[in-house]
């Protein structure tokens, strides 16, 4: 499938069915987001962790509109503070969830919305690094009513094609 054709399908999943993905699959992702070219080449890790690591290692990660996501597994991306490390930690980010969104995963940005000290704690990293986002990893669910209701507020449906937001 074509980045073209798998950016437009890309939306912010929070619910997910508690069967664990596939570590292989897992492992594909990451590495979609490992071979991506950066501009400053800045010192960036990804760390994966299941859902029962992440309950004991952050309470209550929230995803948008408050909502506690619960999936089976949470990427972290970590880089050390330089300039441009936040450029090269989204766009490595990124390709990271849209490689999910070809393989038909769920994901759904969190950057801010947890307790940064803990997190890098438990994953063991001195302070030089810095938890840049993560993102819940799973297969879908049918949405809750409140996350179905979210998209027709924010009109989610009436995205603009591409040709109009890029040339």
């Known amino acids: 499938m074509d980045i073209l054709e798998i950016i437009p399908r890309r939306m912010s999943v929070r619910n997910y069915q508690p069967e664990p993905v596939e570590a292989a ?3 594909e992702l990451l ?16 760390h994966v962790r299941s859902d029962g690591e992440m309950g004991r290692e952050v309470k209550g990660i929230l995803g948008g509109y408050g909502k506690i996501i619960r999936a089976p ?23 990271v969830i849209l490689e ?3 393989r038909g995963l769920g994901t759904c940005w969190v950057a801010g919305l947890f307790k940064e000290t803990s997190l890098r704690f438990a994953l063991g990293l001195e302070e030089s690094w810095r938890v840049v986002a993560l993102t819940p990893i799973g ?6 009513f409140v996350s ?20």
């Open 31 to 46: 590495y979609a987001g490992e071979r991506a070219e950066t501009l400053t080449h800045a010192d960036l890790q990804f």
């Open 100 to 102: 999910a969104t070809r």
């Open 139 to 144: 297969r879908p669910t049918n949405q809750s």
């Open 73 to 95: 597994h949470y990427i972290v991306i970590v880089a050390r503070e330089s300039e441009g490390y936040l450029l090269d930690a989204g766009y490595r980010f990124e390709q």
């Open 148 to 167: 179905r209701a979210v998209r027709v507020a924010a009109r989610s449906s009436t995205r603009k094609p591409l040709g109009q937001i890029f040339f």
């Open 25 to 27: 699959e897992i492992q």
